[in-house]
């Protein structure tokens, strides 16, 4: 069961990237996908967030509206298109998987409250 996050690189503010999360081992359709970022210094923080079955779509403030996040079914794997990038938003980024129930609404915030995650990639904004 592994969680392989890839796309990241340098671009710069005002561009767009469109990372990757591929699932081995696990249907990933069947799990709930959250993007996390941790910049140097800081805090990982939540991002994104799609849930399982329905597809349902969220995002943090600070990337609303420039950020969108989709499925592949057939390719097992889970992108999110990342537009009008600034340079805050360099940090490693993260996916994250789980498929538990969970009884509070926005649990998918929490980064404690997941199963498995990628690697990290890198993404750097440079101005």
């Known amino acids: 069961v592994q969680l392989q996050a890839s796309g990241g690189g340098l671009v710069q503010v005002g561009g767009s990237l469109r990372l990757s999360c591929t699932a081995f081992g696990f249907t990933l359709d069947y799990f709930a996908v959250g993007w996390f970022r941790q910049a140097p210094g800081k805090e990982r923080e939540w991002v994104s967030f799609?849930?399982?079955?329905?597809?349902?779509?969220y995002y943090a403030e600070s990337v609303k509206g420039r950020f969108t996040v989709s499925r592949d079914k057939a390719k097992n794997t889970v992108y999110p298109q990342m537009n009008s990038l600034k340079a805050e938003d360099t940090a490693v980024y993260y996916c994250a998987a789980d498929g538990s129930y969970h009884r509070r609404s926005n649990w998918y915030e929490d980064k404690f409250e997941y199963d498995y995650w990628g690697q990290g990639t890198l993404v750097t904004v440079s101005s």
């Open positions: 799609v849930s399982s079955r329905e597809g349902r779509t």
